[in-house]
């Protein structure tokens, strides 16, 4: 990989203290915790708010789905959270209230790519008149974009979208990339422009969801070569 540019790396989906700690002494940049009890990888199954609260790093990120303002803001409180993902439906108005109410907190915004918009002209010019229409209004709430593939479930599917239409919008805001990232499609991500801020890392790394596999994430770091001066992978 070109190591100049490496993107930062984010492990989603955590339930396991052991493995946290491990990611936590390989210099993970960003600890994925998920609050949609839909989850297979919903972590209040396993973990406490308390637990979590607990856990010292600064990437401490919720994955939220369609979840009341009132109990986002809660369990961010009470979790210690540093970063909010919004994975679901969430419009302008939910988003900057939500800002107003965590100025402290960065938030994720993810856009949920369909295999449908690669599809056909049409469908990609729709998308990419409702992506800037839906990003004007929350530029200042927001600090970062997600984009996933589209699924019923919103995500952790271990698909990857079209690449090839980020290449098509205008990003204002620094982005992660999500769905399916694995050691198959690292290297495609290097072609990207602009490149990706980080890269999500999930289900491609799990013996079973929620207990991932520590050596495969090593193995990976090392590929991507993250430039961070204290990492030791
Ligand atoms: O992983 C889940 O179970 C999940 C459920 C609901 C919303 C988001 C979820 N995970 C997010 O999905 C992406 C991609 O995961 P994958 O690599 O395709 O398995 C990642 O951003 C997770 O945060």
């Known amino acids: 990989m070109n190591h100049q540019h490496s993107p930062k790396l984010k492990v989603c989906g ?12 390989i210099n993970t940049d960003f600890l994925g915790f998920i609050f949609y ?28 789905v369609n979840e009341k303002i009132d109990k986002v803001v809660e369990i961010a409180e ?6 909010i993902q919004l994975h679901g439906d969430e419009d302008s108005g939910f988003i900057t209230s939500l800002k107003e109410k965590l100025p402290e907190i960065q938030i994720i915004k993810v856009i949920r790519i369909s295999s449908v918009i690669s599809e056909d002209k049409e469908s ?5 008149h409702q992506f800037s229409g839906s990003l004007h209004p929350i530029q200042n709430a927001i600090d970062f974009i997600l984009f996933d593939t589209d699924s019923k479930g919103f995500g952790g599917t271990g698909h990857a979208f079209d ?3 980020l ?3 205008e990003l204002s805001k620094p982005y992660f990339l999500s769905g399916g990232i694995s050691e198959e499609n690292i290297n495609e991500t290097e072609t990207l422009h602009p490149r990706p801020f980080a890269l999500d890392i999930n289900s491609k ?10 050596s495969k994430i090593k ?15």
């Open 163 to 165: 690449w090839s239409i």
């Open 167 to 169: 290449q098509q919008l």
């Open 78 to 83: 009470k979790a210690r959270l540093n970063i």
């Open 37 to 64: 009890e839909k989850s297979p990888r919903y972590v209040l199954n396993h973990l406490t708010l308390e637990d979590i609260s607990k856990i010292d790093h600064q990437g401490k990120t919720g994955v939220f």
């Open 205 to 214: 790394f799990e013996i079973e969801p929620g207990h991932k596999d520590i």
């Open 219 to 233: 193995k990976f770091m090392s590929v991507l070569s993250i430039e961070s001066p204290n990492r030791t992978t």
């Open 124 to 128: 990609l010019l729709n998308f990419k």
């Open 14 to 25: 955590l339930i396991q203290p052991d493995q946290i700690k491990e990611l936590i002494a």
